[in-house]
Every structure is written in structure tokens, then in C-alpha cells.
């Protein structure tokens, strides 16, 4: 174990100290290109030595979506090794692993062997955002079912009521698209005006939720859009498969009935 001293002064006291830095740190130290940093002294407090940035790399995210790219250093300190990155093929996991405990093992004998696979942990970031997407797809699925149901429901209501004006037009002439038209108009001006009301509230929600996250998509039209017509297409199928029913009949069988 090194102790405050042996940081601070023994063990750094032969030891030339170098820096890499990432774009976002260049532009704080002031740089207005990041490559001119390349060279600079500075003193990060680090075993109190000044030390020369050699490099910079681009920004990436150390952290969740949630918070912005923050300024880094990056500095060589062997006996502060607590960890290494590992980039290895998939097509073996399980032997790529026994042999990184081996080399690990050869080298510290008396330390533990453990790891983590980065997708692991960047899924354990995100676990709140994974939670609320499986609620929303499983109560958006229900409840699209259930409007489905619904609207079924009214049609075949609303068919039936109109059983003898079907008749009627179609002996006066009406084709059989026109009265599927005649129908999808009514209900399509129903889901027209329904989503006239959701949109507003569901915009905002939306924003809200963004409005966590540093690095997010921008909410635009085209996402409502998509869902008008989505909306429109299952109405007018649930329309027309009730409606054309009642349309191929024979209108004879309606009057007569009436």
C-alpha cells in the first residue's frame, strides 16, 4: 500500500510526470485549438509536479447521458494500476477470460481476479430508462388493444343502427366504397380530435423526460406525425373490416328485416 508520503515524495520524486488531456479539458485551460495544448506545462496537484501534456484525445463519455463531457487528464502512475481495459473477440469468451486470470495471476499471486464486461456496466447506467420503457411499451400495447376493443365495439354498434340507410344506398346506387368512406370519415374525425388533445400533453411529458439527459434527441413533428398515422391506419382497418360486411350484403335482406 503507498501512504500519502510515499505519493507525495518518494515515489514520485525521480518520476517525470506527463499528461494526456481530452478536447473539452483543452478548451477550459484555453485553447481555442485543442492540439495547441500539445507541449503546455501545468500541475494538476498530482505528487505536486509539473508536468507537459504530450497528447489529447476526443471527448467520450466516462459517465451516464445524463451529465455532460466532463474535462479529463489522464496520467501515468504505474503503482496506481487498479484496473485494465481488455478489447478481445467474442468468438471465445470463456478462454479469453481463464487466460486473463492466468497473466493476472503470474503477475500478482496474492490479488484477486475479478471483472466486468463494459456493456454490463453501461446497461446497469440505464436500468431506470429500461424499467420505464418495458412499463411503457406493456401499458401503451394495452392500451392500444383495449381502444381497439373499443372501437370495435362502437363500429359494429353503429353498423347495425345503420343497417336499413346501408340499404337504402345501396339501392339508390352507393358503391361499396362510398359507404365505407361514409363511415371512416365519422370516426376518423373522433381520432383526429383525440389526438388534437393528447399531442400538447404528450409533447410536454416527453420534453420533461429529456430535459434529464445532457446528450438526447430533439422531440420534432415527424414523431407525431408517425403516430397520427399509425393511429389512422388501425381505424380505418377496424372500420373497414366492419363496415364491408354490411355493405356486401344483400340490401333486400336489410329493408325486408326493417
Same mark, same amino acid.
Given at each position: 500500500?503507498?501512504?500519502?508520503?510515499?505519493?507525495?515524495?518518494?515515489?514520485?520524486?525521480?518520476?517525470?510526470?506527463?499528461?494526456?488531456?481530452?478536447?473539452?479539458?483543452?478548451?477550459?485551460?484555453?485553447?481555442?485549438?485543442?492540439?495547441? $495544448?500539445?507541449?503546455?506545462?501545468?500541475?494538476?496537484?498530482?505528487?505536486?509536479?509539473?508536468?507537459?501534456?504530450?497528447?489529447?484525445?476526443?471527448?467520450?463519455?466516462?459517465?451516464?447521458?445524463?451529465?455532460?463531457?466532463?474535462?479529463?487528464?489522464?496520467?501515468?502512475?504505474?503503482?496506481?494500476?487498479?484496473?485494465?481495459?481488455?478489447?478481445?473477440?467474442?468468438?471465445?469468451?470463456?478462454?479469453?477470460?481463464?487466460?486473463?486470470?492466468?497473466?493476472?495471476?503470474?503477475?500478482?499471486?496474492?490479488?484477486?481476479?475479478?471483472?466486468?464486461?463494459?456493456?454490463?456496466?453501461?446497461?446497469?447506467?440505464?436500468?431506470?430508462?429500461?424499467?420505464?420503457?418495458?412499463?411503457?411499451?406493456?401499458?401503451?400495447?394495452?392500451?392500444?388493444?383495449?381502444?381497439?376493443?373499443?372501437?370495435?365495439?362502437?363500429?359494429?354498434?353503429?353498423?347495425?343502427?345503420?343497417?336499413?340507410?346501408?340499404?337504402?344506398?345501396?339501392?339508390?346506387?352507393?358503391?361499396?366504397?362510398?359507404?365505407?368512406?361514409?363511415?371512416?370519415?365519422?370516426?376518423?374525425?373522433?381520432?383526429?380530435?383525440?389526438?388534437?388533445?393528447?399531442?400538447?400533453?404528450?409533447?410536454?411529458?416527453?420534453?420533461?423526460?429529456?430535459?434529464?439527459? $445532457?446528450?438526447?434527441?430533439?422531440?420534432?413533428?415527424?414523431?407525431?406525425?408517425?403516430?397520427?398515422?399509425?393511429?389512422?391506419?388501425?381505424?380505418?382497418?377496424?372500420?373497414?373490416?366492419?363496415?364491408?360486411? $354490411?355493405?356486401?350484403?344483400?340490401?333486400?335482406? $336489410?329493408?325486408?328485416?326493417?
Amino acid at each position: 500500500m503507498l501512504t500519502e508520503n510515499s505519493f507525495g515524495q518518494d515515489s514520485t520524486a525521480e518520476m517525470k510526470v506527463t499528461y494526456i488531456i481530452n478536447e473539452k479539458a483543452a478548451k477550459e485551460l484555453g485553447f481555442a485549438i485543442s492540439q495547441e $495544448a500539445v507541449g503546455q506545462i501545468i500541475n494538476t496537484g498530482a505528487g505536486g509536479k509539473d508536468g507537459e501534456i504530450i497528447g489529447i484525445i476526443k471527448d467520450f463519455h466516462m459517465s451516464s447521458l445524463r451529465d455532460e463531457i466532463m474535462p479529463s487528464v489522464f496520467i501515468n502512475y504505474p503503482f496506481f494500476y487498479y484496473y485494465a481495459g481488455v478489447k478481445f473477440s467474442s468468438n471465445d469468451t470463456q478462454e479469453t477470460i481463464k487466460y486473463a486470470e492466468g497473466v493476472f495471476k503470474d503477475i500478482f499471486p496474492e490479488q484477486t481476479f475479478e471483472f466486468d464486461f463494459v456493456e454490463d456496466e453501461l446497461r446497469e447506467m440505464y436500468t431506470r430508462e429500461r424499467q420505464a420503457y418495458n412499463l411503457f411499451i406493456m401499458f401503451s400495447g394495452l392500451s392500444i388493444f383495449i381502444s381497439c376493443l373499443g372501437l370495435l365495439g362502437m363500429i359494429s354498434f353503429v353498423v347495425a343502427q345503420k343497417t336499413k340507410e346501408i340499404g337504402v344506398r345501396k339501392v339508390l346506387g352507393a358503391s361499396i366504397r362510398s359507404i365505407v368512406v361514409l363511415f371512416a370519415m365519422d370516426f376518423m374525425t373522433l381520432v383526429l380530435a383525440a389526438f388534437l388533445l393528447a399531442a400538447p400533453a404528450a409533447w410536454y411529458f416527453m420534453d420533461q423526460w429529456l430535459a434529464g439527459f $445532457a446528450y438526447k434527441v430533439e422531440m420534432t413533428a415527424w414523431y407525431f406525425i408517425i403516430g397520427i398515422g399509425i393511429s389512422g391506419v388501425i381505424t380505418f382497418a377496424t372500420i373497414a373490416y366492419q363496415s364491408l360486411g $354490411a355493405a356486401l350484403s344483400n340490401p333486400v335482406n $336489410a329493408l325486408r328485416d326493417e
